[in-house]
């Protein structure tokens, strides 16, 4: 039988891995400059922290782990005729891997919060899993990229997140525009339009408005039982179009019976005005009533992040929560929070082809390896070479010259060291160059130099 992976997952190759390790350590950089600290948190966590937290749909996709050992014994014939799977589920197994980084992170909080200095500025960089049906862009296993402020309220969190998410693209040569919403001023318009109670079932569907279009959007709503008047008061918010400025001037006179939607209005413009002074971003940023995220524990401003230049979903999301730990008995700690999407962005930086040569160069030099001798006069010079800094390696056979050549080209290797008897003679190495086929007689010195 030929060996295979699980659906969902991947192999990452040494290219692709080059690749990925230049992603996180931008990320990770960027994360530094801004204060946060980096955790991590087990791969698996008790079903206890995880089940409840994603709603029902989240529930389904939760990967879980049989319990060890006879995960049958103390399991009655009642439990395994139980017509409820999850009651059978919660018997059979005590832990699920993460679903993401967030709930593991209020875990987190709650556990060590003695030792925490707050307001506490942490990212994350680690691999997810979700049950979910394998399709291109959607994987099972993937990496988020978090990072979170909690203990603190100010919008100043929100403004500098966003400054974040500008520092990275611009760093990546990605052009992006960066989309902000209020949840409060969604719950403020399901207020004016007099169906409060549907505000889930109406962000849901304006949040697919971009996927599926506004006649879809809108039988979607009158299938989740909005009223026909209301769906005719949400299309003006829905088209909503103009300058930031022009469209919090319009959701002002809409939302004016709405103290919610109101706040939410007031946040917005916040952050917006604060990110406007000149030379703050270098990507635009704008108000998009159709964001809605979603996952219900948002309560204040949402982000989303589209590439310009390549036809992709969002890229980067995230916004505040009010209530990060209340769910582990920590009621009243706010949050707010960003996730870059890796796998995203690596598909992005593939099509745009945006990685700096040396991103992608392994071993800058190899020594072509002739025999005993050679390679006795050749290993201290390796170790010259790599006490520098410089990444090389030697051909670890004494083959013939023109099969280390292909090894070399095969490799993308840059330079090639030859020592042979006149070398050795003289003191010296030959240094060739790949790319031009130049060749020069040089001391190892000068062989530094030039590979330098």
Known sequence: MKPSIPKGTRDF????????????????????????????????ENLSTLMGKYGEEGDKLLFKILNSGDFRSGITTDDWQSDTIGHLTTRLSEKGLRYDL???????????????????????????????RPQKGRYREFYQCDADVVGSNSLLNEVELMQIVDTVFQRFGVRVCIKINNRKILSGIAEVIGQADKIVDITVAIDKLDKIGLDAVNEELREAGISEEAVEKLQPIIKLSGSNAEKIAVMREVLAGSEVGQKGVDEVEYVLNTLNTPNN??????????????????????????????EIGSITGGGRYDDLTGIFGLPGLSGVGISFGADRIYDVLNQLDL?????????????????????AYALPVLRMMREAGVRCEIYPDSVKMKKQMQYANAKNIPFVAIVGENEMNEGKVTLKNMVSGEQSLLSPEELLAAVK
């Open 13 to 44: 190759g040494p290219q692709e891995m080059a690749r990925r390790a230049y992603i996180f350590n931008t990320i990770r950089e960027v994360y530094s400059l801004y204060g946060f600290q980096q955790i991590e948190t087990p791969a698996m």
């Open 102 to 132: 967030t709930v593991p992170f209020a875990r987190y909080v709650v556990q060590h919060r003695e030792e925490l200095q707050m307001p506490f500025r942490r990212y994350q960089i680690q691999p997810v899993w979700r049950a979910d």
């Open 281 to 310: 971003l270098k990507n635009p940023i704008e108000l998009d009533l159709t964001l809605a995220r979603g996952l219900n524990y948002y309560t204040g401003c949402i982000f989303e992040v589209k590439a310009l230049d390549v």
């Open 355 to 375: 990685y700096p040569e040396e991103v992608l160069t392994t071993t800058q030099l190899l020594f072509v390896n002739f025999g005993e001798k050679e390679t």
